[in-house]
């Protein structure tokens, strides 16, 4: 267990997701100034917002959350910086400490209690994109708007558990959905979390084509 920096967003990041950041709170910018000096690396912890919102702090976080590393950064003057992170892996938290001067958190790895899915499961899920793009499409066309760019699901990673989460961030997801899916215990859990969250992506575009 260790004490780690903490950036809650309104967002859900996953494992093997990128994280482009625009920080300019002055807590933040000496969290991005800490990370950036640890003899660890420049990692800190992203956790869903559960209630509440990213500026100004009184915020209601989620315990379950991912270890994001800081890739590159730009110091774009006035304190700004813009930074390009990565989610590494799963965390949960096990405390919350005060936010002095920014949010901090006791916190440990998270790995998937099962890694149990077949790999009919991955062409299921190409399968079901693929059709899910495809109405999108149809329902750009009918709204006189661009069709939504079609993912590239080649490439993905061996790792199940990543592969699936890179699948998941190629779809348009909700952030409900992302967090259900990034704290389901294991993989066969997440399977089907991932599954009902892209029929539901069906029936709305299907819905949409009906209107």
């Known amino acids: 267990m260790t004490v780690s920096p903490m950036f809650p967003l309104g967002m859900a990041l996953l494992p093997g ?3 482009p950041l625009h920080v300019f709170e002055p807590r933040y910018q000496e969290l991005v100034r800490d990370c950036l000096a640890a003899p660890e690396g420049p990692f800190f912890g992203e956790v869903l917002i559960a209630r509440g919102a990213e500026v100004g702090g009184g915020d209601l976080r989620n315990d379950v959350g991912t270890r994001a590393e800081i890739v590159a950064n730009v110091d774009l003057g006035g304190g700004r910086i813009a930074m390009d992170c990565r989610g590494r892996e ?12 920014y949010p901090k958190a006791e916190v440990e790895p998270w ?40 993912p590239d699901l080649g490439g993905l990673p061996e790792d199940p558990a990543l592969h699936l989460y890179s699948l998941a961030d190629r779809v348009p997801l909700g952030d409900a959905d992302r967090y259900a899916l990034l704290a389901a ?13 892209l029929d539901g992506l069906v029936e709305l575009a299907e819905f949409g084509l009906t209107k």
């Open 90 to 101: 799963r965390i949960r938290v096990t405390r919350w400490l005060p936010d002095d001067p």
């Open 17 to 19: 997701g990128r994280l």
């Open 185 to 197: 215990p294991g993989l066969s859990t997440r399977v089907g979390v991932f599954s009902d969250a």
């Open 111 to 150: 790995p998937d209690e099962d890694s149990n899915i077949d790999e009919s499961d991955f062409h299921a899920f190409s399968a079901r994109i693929a059709e899910l793009y495809s109405l999108l499409a149809r329902l750009a066309g009918k709204q006189h708007v661009p069709s939504p760019r079609v």
